[in-house]
């Protein structure tokens, strides 16, 4: 079974910075996109970005140029940098594979247990 364990979550104020990270085992990494998901109280489960096996990233609207999405073959480990952090980003953040990848919209195969963070002042 493919597991996917994530790492770094915690309590930061606005305009802070935090690094997630997401160990992936039981898949053939390199081959796969990966990515990450969150979910705000409140609201609906929303794509934060992805990345493929080539390298080429995703990211939504809300994030692009704040979050910086990266992945390390050798490690099996997928990262996401935030900064410039907001009360909104405040969320559970998921790690998520596809076993194949059509597009933004395609759902993800696997995921996490999810890791908080949580922005405030």
């Known amino acids: 079974q493919v597991q996917l364990v994530e790492s770094g979550g915690g309590l930061v104020q606005p305009g802070g910075s935090l690094r997630l990270s997401c160990v992936t085992s039981g898949t053939i990494f390199s081959i796969n996109r990966l990515g990450w998901y969150r979910q705000a109280p409140g609201k609906q489960r929303e794509l934060v970005a992805t990345?493929?096996?080539?390298?080429?990233?995703n990211y939504a609207d809300s994030v692009n140029g704040r979050f910086t999405i990266s992945r390390d073959n050798a490690k099996n480990t997928i990262y996401l940098q935030m900064t410039s952090l907001k009360p909104e980003d405040t969320a559970i953040y998921y790690c998520?594979?596809?076993?194949?990848?059509?597009?933004?919209?395609?759902?993800?195969?696997?995921w996490g247990q999810g890791t908080q963070v949580t922005v405030s002042s």
């Open positions: 990345i493929g096996s080539g390298g080429s990233t």
């Open positions: 998520t594979l596809y076993s194949r990848w059509g597009g933004v919209a395609s759902r993800p195969n696997y």
